[in-house]
């Protein structure tokens, strides 16, 4: 094989690859969970904090996640705020996460009948109790679709924490493709490393929705 690929091109790829692992996962997880928490209070909460989570979900969706590792990075220096690189890229792109994963947790919020609501309260259940209890499960199977996509998008956008010094699969590569001028195989290599990582994504949540199959639900079960 090519020395190219043995000795430069797939060791500083195979680094990027551990770093986007170490960037993903927390960024998903924690981008879920936000994204649960979001969502509960636009729709449960007053209509103050509605109006403050309309806004967080209306400026993350709306400044492009490019601008704020910027400002994440670059900008809260100014203020006394020190953030490593890796740092930044995870709350980044947790925070951008987490107001699209709201959207889809809001719209399967709305999608649980009142009449359940009701039922809860006639048996005697608080509010956060049939919040907790009786509509964020239904609701998770529901949003699941919408949320593990948003995983499928983080792994790709991932690829932005180069800019801010955060090297990953695409800073590794370009690093490499910078030094020997190869930019066609080394991010053809790249490439073929993110279609993996997706495709692994894919399947996990494939499996987690089935697992959480219930008859007649919508969680379909292939």
Do not use: H
Not at 32 to 46: D, H, K, P, S, T
Not at 95 to 119: D, F, M, P, T, W
Not at 161 to 180: K, N
């Amino acid at each position: 094989m090519d020395p190219f690929y043995t000795e430069q091109l797939l060791p500083a790829v195979n680094r990027g690859l551990l770093m986007s692992v170490v960037l993903i996962v927390p960024s998903a997880i924690m981008g879920q969970l936000l994204g649960i928490a979001i969502g509960c209070c636009r729709v449960f909460g007053n209509k103050m904090v509605q109006k403050l989570m309309n806004f967080y979900t209306s400026l993350f969706r709306g400044v492009p996640l490019m601008v704020q590792l910027f400002i994440l990075y670059y900008g809260l220096p100014k203020i006394g705020i020190y953030l490593e690189p890796a740092e930044a890229a995870i709350l980044g792109f947790t925070l951008c996460s987490g107001a699209y994963n709201s959207e889809y947790v809001r719209g399967a919020l709305l999608s649980i009948r009142e009449g359940q609501l009701k039922a809860a309260a006639a048996l005697g259940m608080s509010k956060l109790q049939t919040v907790l209890w009786i509509v964020v499960p239904q609701a998770f199977r529901r949003a699941l679709p919408g949320c593990g996509n948003e995983v499928i998008y983080l792994i790709k956008y991932s690829s932005l924490a180069y800019i801010i010094t955060c090297i990953e699969l695409t800073g590794e590569a370009r690093g490499v493709a910078a030094q020997t001028f190869r930019f066609t195989e080394a991010f053809m290599v790249v490439g073929a490393y993110y279609l993996f990582l997706v495709t692994i994504a894919g399947w996990l949540l494939k499996k987690f929705e089935q697992r959480l199959y219930i008859p007649g639900f919508g969680v379909l079960k292939n």
